[in-house]
Structures are given as structure tokens and as C-alpha cells.
């Protein structure tokens, strides 16, 4: 399976963007989708999932109310619509699909898509 980020750009601060990643390959029922970022400079972090099945939504505290994830199984893809955007929001954001369960720790995501690039002015 393959996964590929988009609608990254560069916006000002207040605006929104809406972020897809699609997957082509198998099915990925059953499977969790992760959105992480890393900026420049700082560790990568887990901000959002997605189950499987119940399409139950987790925030990481830093989008909390202001990121909303969704999932549309039969189109492939994820979407995180980043609202009010601040200029830490900048960085490099990256979609990941995790058998099971969801959870913001990286290293249990099996497959990782190329990022999409955020930049937001003051």
C-alpha cells in the first residue's frame, strides 16, 4: 500500500487548509490513519487519528479544537481540515496507517506516506 499527503501551502496565520492523503493498494480496513508533523528543528509529533470501523477521532493537546479528522473509506482517503492556523503549525505534515488501535506514537505505524508542506506567516 502506498500513501500519499496533499494540500499543503502557504497560508496566513487565522486561515485553514484542508489536508488529504489518499492510499492506493489494499484495503486498509482494519487499519488506523495518523497525521504527524515535523518542523524544523524539532522532533516529529503524533496530532491526529482516525480508527478503523467507528471512526472514533484522537487529537494530540497542540490542534486540539482546532484540527478535525475524518476518513472516507470508500475514496481511500483521510482528510485534517487545520483550522486557525498559527505560525508553529508550520512544518512538514505526514499521513501513517497503524493496524489496530489508534495511537500518536510513531514507531508502531507500518506505513508511511511523503509529506505535504505547511507554511504559515504572521
Known amino acids: 500500500v502506498q500513501l500519499q499527503a496533499s494540500g499543503g501551502g502557504t497560508v496566513r496565520s487565522g486561515e485553514s487548509l484542508v489536508l488529504s492523503c489518499e492510499w492506493t493498494?489494499?484495503?486498509?480496513?482494519?487499519?488506523?490513519i495518523g497525521w504527524f508533523r515535523r518542523a524544523l528543528g524539532h522532533e516529529r509529533e503524533g496530532i491526529a487519528c482516525?480508527?478503523?470501523?467507528?471512526?472514533?477521532?484522537f487529537y494530540g493537546d497542540s490542534v486540539k479544537g482546532r484540527f478535525t479528522i475524518s476518513r472516507d473509506d470508500a475514496a481511500k482517503t483521510v482528510y485534517l481540515r487545520v483550522s486557525t492556523l498559527k505560525s508553529e503549525d508550520t512544518a512538514g505534515y505526514y499521513c501513517?496507517?497503524?493496524?489496530?488501535?489508534?495511537?500518536?506514537?510513531?514507531?508502531?505505524?507500518?506505513?508511511w506516506g511523503q509529506g505535504t508542506l505547511v507554511t504559515v506567516s504572521s
Open positions: 501513517a496507517a497503524v493496524p489496530g488501535r489508534c495511537t500518536l506514537v510513531a514507531d508502531a505505524y507500518t506505513y
Open positions: 493498494g489494499f484495503n486498509l480496513n482494519g487499519y488506523a
Open positions: 482516525v480508527s478503523s470501523g467507528d471512526k472514533r477521532a
